[in-house]
């Protein structure tokens, strides 16, 4: 059975850091392009980051450039969001999700719709 589990959400203080992982069973993650999509109250479920196979290629929304790196350890099945500098905004349930990778990453942007295996989610809450 294919299944991704999130790990590493939690409370943090505006300014600090988390690490989210995903970790896969029951397939080679390897094999799979995947991201990091959150969704916040009231909200769209948005993309976050991505990233390609080998990790070539990464994907960040704007609104995480330069704070947010998504990584991954195909060796372990697993990949992460290392997030920094959080702040309030940042507050929302974060899914992993896999699919079988483009035929291209000219000007992808990890459209959610295209991610076949999702994790159950995780919550970041930012606030002091």
């Known amino acids: 059975q294919l299944q991704l589990v999130e790990s590493g959400g939690g409370l943090v203080q505006p300014g600090g850091s988390l690490r989210l992982s995903c970790t896969a069973s029951?397939?080679?993650?390897?094999?799979?392009?995947v991201g990091w999509f959150r969704q916040a109250p009231g909200k769209e479920r948005e993309g976050v980051s991505c990233?390609?196979?080998?990790?070539?290629?990464?994907y960040h929304a704007d609104s995480v450039k330069g704070r947010f790196t998504i990584s991954r350890d195909n060796a372990k099945n697993t990949f992460y969001l290392q997030m920094n500098s959080l702040k309030p905004e940042d507050t929302a349930v974060y899914y992993c999700?896999?699919?079988?990778?483009?035929?291209?990453?000219?000007?992808?942007?990890?459209?959610?719709?295209?991610?076949?295996?999702w994790g159950q989610g995780t919550q970041v809450t930012v606030s002091s």
């Open positions: 999700a896999a699919r079988r990778p483009p035929l291209s990453y000219t000007n992808y942007r990890c459209p959610k719709d295209e991610y076949n295996y």
């Open positions: 029951g397939f080679t993650l390897g094999y799979y392009a």
């Open positions: 990233i390609s196979t080998l990790g070539a290629y990464t």
